[in-house]
């Protein structure tokens, strides 16, 4: 959370901005924003035990005004639209491990994202499982890479690498 949200300063993020937390869980990412002086703010994920908790989570830090939805980000059909900025800590991850469909359901996802996303959005990915090169290679249609962030790395065998990979896309027709 601590790297987007210093991300987000130095891209000078504007608070009015228009941010969707896709697989908001807990909604704890939601509260951070909301902190640091964001206010026009949604959270989605598909578990309606976590819309709740999120929502729990927001009324007990007296954030009324963030807007959490139970919604299936890959099956939502352009319900989800009009964003300024979209934030990935993990869900896409958690599709792509489906082994169901893998292929299909990770188009569904980057396709679900551009509808999301107005013209010039920014994106923002944090991955466990998936390398920078993969994830240019996956969001190479419709986004246009901004930056990566940066992560802790570790040496193994000679070869350095990371852990997490966290970039930033921009939405380009």
Not at 45 to 54: G, H, I, M, Q
Request: charged share 25%; net charge negative.
């Amino acid at each position: 959370m601590s790297r987007i949200l210093r991300w987000m300063d130095r891209a000078n993020i504007p608070e009015n901005a228009a941010i969707l937390d896709i697989g908001t869980g807990n909604g704890a990412f939601l509260v951070e924003l909301a902190k640091h002086g964001y206010r026009n703010l949604t959270g989605i994920d598909y578990s309606p035990a976590s819309v709740e908790l999120s929502k729990n989570v927001l009324q007990a830090e007296d954030l009324t005004d963030v807007t959490v939805k139970e919604v299936d980000f890959l099956n939502c059909q352009g319900e989800i639209k009009g964003f300024d900025v979209c934030i990935d800590k993990g869900t896409f991850d958690a599709i792509s491990l489906n082994p169901d469909n893998t292929t299909e359901v990770k188009k569904l996802y980057v396709q679900a994202l551009k509808d999301a996303l107005k013209d010039q959005g920014l994106f923002a990915i944090t991955s466990c499982n998936w390398t920078k090169e993969q994830l240019l290679d996956r969001f190479s249609e419709g986004f246009e890479f901004v930056q990566e962030l940066p992560t802790p790395s570790f040496q193994f065998g000679g070869k350095i690498g990371n852990s997490v990979t966290a970039l930033i896309f921009k939405r380009v027709h």
